[in-house]
C-alpha cells in the first residue's frame, strides 16, 4: 500500500486547494442574494410576504420540526422515494441486463420499452390512480416509472460496451458463465452502474414531487400545496430547501457508497 | 506435442484467413511466427487458444482437440489486458482461484518477483507503464504453469529499449520451466533472437510459407555474423513469400523488404 501512497497523494493534491476556493466562489452568490434579501426586509424596503427572507423560512422549519411535522412528512416522502427507486433499480437492472446479455431479448423488449419511455411518464397518473387507487401504490409506481428508465439504459448500454477483450481475458481462464458474470461483466459496468442510478435517484425526487402535488395527505410535497392553498410561502420554500438537502445527502451517499469499489477507475476527473 | 494439422479459417464474412496451415510444436520448443500484416498470424493463435475454432482441420496438445480454452494453454496477447478494478497482485492472481488464499499469494509473489515488480503488487494497472502492464501479463499467464504459452505480438506496442528488455526476460522467464512458446511478431529480429525456428507465413489464404531453423547458441549475441545470416535467410524467406525478387545486393534489398513487416 505504502507504493500507492505518492502518486494518490499527488493526484488528490488539486482537490484539497481547488475544491474550498471553488467551494466559496460557488456559495458567493446564493448566499450574498440571501443575505440582500435579508438586509432589505429588516430595512422595511418590503415587507418580505410573498418572497419570505432566510430568516422567516428558518423560523418556519424550526416550528415546523418542534411540533414534528417536518419529521413526519420527510419520512413519508422519503419512504416513497425509497421503495419507488428500489422498485425502478431492481426493475431496471434486470430488464437492462437482459436485453444487453442477449440480442434476442434486446430485439424482443427494447422497441417496446423505448417506445414507453417517450410517454411523459406524468400522463400515467390517471391510469395509476385508476388502477391502484390513490394511495400509496400509484405514488411509487409513478417513481418507480421514473426511476426505472435511466437505470434501463444505463445498463443495457454498459453492458453492451463491456469491452471483447476482457471478456476474452475471461474466456482464456476458463470462467463459468456465473463467474464471467461476478468477475468481468459486474465490475465492468460498475461505474456507468453508479451514473446510471444517480440520475434514477434524481429523477426519482422528480417524480415524488409530482406524486405528491397530485393529491396527498402528506409528505414534503403535501407542505407545499398546502403552503399554496394557505397563503404561507416560507413554507413552500422550507419544503423545497429540505428537498433540496435530501436529495443532494442521497447522492452523495450513493456515491461514497460505491466510491470504494471505484478506486481503480483511470478517467479524467474520476477524483472530482 | 501441439499439432496443428491441415487447419483452415474462414469469417463469417468469407474471408479466408487460413488454409492449409500445418505445424508441430515439440515441448519447450521456441517457434516464432512472421508475416506481413494481415496474413493470419492472430488467426492462428486465436485457434490453438481455442478462443475460436478452425473452419478444417485440427488443433491439438497431446491428443487434445482444441475447441475452448485450455488449462495447459496460456496467452498474452498484443495489449496487457489487464482488469483495471484488479491489482497488480489481483490479476496476477486472477486464474489461481482453484488454490488455497495462502498459497495463491505465494504463487502471486514468487512471480511477480520473477518478472521484476515486486514492489508494484499493489498498484492499479493505471498506475504501470507500457512495460511493466506487459510484464504483469507475462506473469498472469506464467503463474498458470501452462505447457504451452502463445504471445501474439507481445512487445510490439512498446519503445525499442522496452522491447529488447523484454525479449531477453522472456527468455529468461521461459527457462524456468521451458514451456512450448508460440510467438507471433513482425519484428524479425525478435524472431530471431527467440526462436529455434521461424515459421514464415504467406498471405491471403493464409499459408505456412517457409519454416527456418534458428540453431544459434543462447544468449544470441545480436551483433553476431551468424546472427545476421539468419536474418538474412528470414528476410529472403519473406521476400520470396511476397514473389518480390532477390537482387544481388541481398543486404539493402533485404532491409527495405525488413520495412514492410515493422
Ligand atoms: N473476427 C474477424 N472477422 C472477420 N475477418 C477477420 C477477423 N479477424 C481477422 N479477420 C481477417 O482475417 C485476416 C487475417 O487476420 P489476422 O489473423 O488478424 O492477421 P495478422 O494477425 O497476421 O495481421 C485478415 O484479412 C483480417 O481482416
Ligand atoms: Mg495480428
Known sequence: MTVTEPALATARQPRSFAHPASLALGLLLPVGLALAWELAVRAGLSDGRLVPPPSRIWDTLAELASTGELQRHTLATVLRVAAGFGLGVVAGTLAGAITGYSALMRGLLDPTLQALRAIPSIAWVPLFILWLGIFESSKITLIAVGVFFPVYLGVMGAVLSVDRKIVEVGRVFRLSGPAMVWRILLPAVLPAYVIALRSGLGLGWMFVVAAELLGASEGLGYLLVDGQQLGKPAQIVAAIVVFAVIGKTTDWMLTSAAAPFLRWEDRYGARA | ?262
Open chain 2, 1 to 262: 506435442m501441439l499439432s496443428i494439422a491441415h487447419v483452415g479459417k474462414t469469417y463469417d464474412n468469407a474471408v479466408r484467413a487460413l488454409d492449409g496451415v500445418s505445424l508441430a510444436v515439440a515441448p519447450g520448443e521456441i517457434v516464432a511466427v512472421v508475416g506481413g500484416s494481415g496474413c493470419g498470424k492472430s488467426t492462428l493463435l486465436r485457434l490453438v487458444s481455442g478462443l475460436d475454432n478452425p473452419s478444417q482441420g485440427t488443433v491439438a496438445l497431446d491428443g487434445d482437440t482444441i475447441m475452448s480454452p485450455h488449462e495447459k494453454i496460456g496467452i498474452v496477447f498484443q495489449e496487457p489486458r489487464l482488469l483495471p478494478w484488479l491489482t497488480v497482485a489481483g490479476n496476477v492472481g486472477f486464474g489461481l482461484t482453484s488454490l488455497l488464499k495462502a498459497e495463491r499469494r505465494e504463487r502471486v509473489a514468487r512471480q511477480l518477483d520473477r518478472v521484476g515488480l515486486a514492489d508494484k503488487a499493489n498498484m492499479w494497472p493505471r498506475e504501470l507503464s507500457g512495460g511493466q502492464a506487459q510484464r504483469v501479463a507475462l506473469a498472469r499467464a506464467l503463474v498458470m504453469r501452462p505447457a504451452v504459452l502463445l504471445l501474439d505480438e507481445p512487445f510490439s506496442a512498446l519503445d525499442a529499449f522496452t522491447r529488447v528488455d523484454l525479449q531477453d526476460h522472456l527468455l529468461d522467464l521461459w527457462a524456468d520451466s521451458k514451456p512450448t512458446l508460440v510467438v507471433v511478431t513482425h519484428d524479425v529480429d525478435e524472431a530471431i533472437v527467440l526462436a529455434d525456428r521461424v515459421v514464415v507465413m504467406h498471405p491471403q489464404p493464409g499459408r505456412v510459407f517457409a519454416e527456418i531453423e534458428i540453431d544459434l547458441p543462447r544468449p544470441r549475441d545480436r551483433q553476431s555474423a551468424a546472427y545476421d545470416f539468419a536474418k538474412r535467410r528470414v528476410l529472403a524467406a519473406l521476400d520470396r513469400s511476397l514473389n518480390r525478387k532477390i537482387t544481388d545486393d541481398r543486404e539493402t534489398k533485404s532491409e527495405t523488404g525488413a520495412a514492410m513487416w515493422w
